[in-house]
């Protein structure tokens, strides 16, 4: 990258698949791992940072990442639960936090939302308090946390949403 160059955030492609993988299991096995342990946080990797998943989430079009010089140092996935628009990934390398690229992400996914979304959600894990954190910063408000099934309290799911913005009037346009 040449100097002065800062990374973008763009579309994910076909190309881009081994190395969101890679992101992946670089930076979320040890995010996870003190929060809600090794197992589970193996698990997180191996579920929804492989190749077939990511795969088939690039090719949906719900994922975008931040490039730096062809090197992805953040991660954003959007999809569905029910009639919501949902946010299941949002990572961004350590190195690159407290920069902006956490709201940049979070606006390019919202951007690709349909017109007519009138609202977004996130889910993280309880004990993610840094993304708890986040979230709330960026106007997510606590609408319900999901019990983990085997009673563990760090598994158990927060769900966020936000309203987004209506579009602005067109001046003359009634």
Known sequence: MAPGAVPVVRDAGP??????????EACVRPHYT??????????????????????????????????DGGQVVGVGQRGRSGADHVIYKLYVHPRYRGHGWGPRLLDAL???????????????FAANGRAGAFYEREGFAVERIEPDPTGDPALGVVWRARPLAPPTDVPGQA
């Open 15 to 24: 190309g881009d698949v081994a190395a969101i993988r890679r992101f992946g």
């Open 34 to 67: 003190p929060l809600i342990g090794a197992d589970a946080a193996a698990d997180q990797v191996r579920r929804w940072w492989n190749e077939t998943y990511l795969g088939g989430a690039v090719a949906a079009g719900l994922v975008v990442v931040a490039d």
């Open 110 to 124: 919202a951007a690709r939302l349909p017109a007519d979304a009138d609202r977004l959600c996130v889910e993280h």
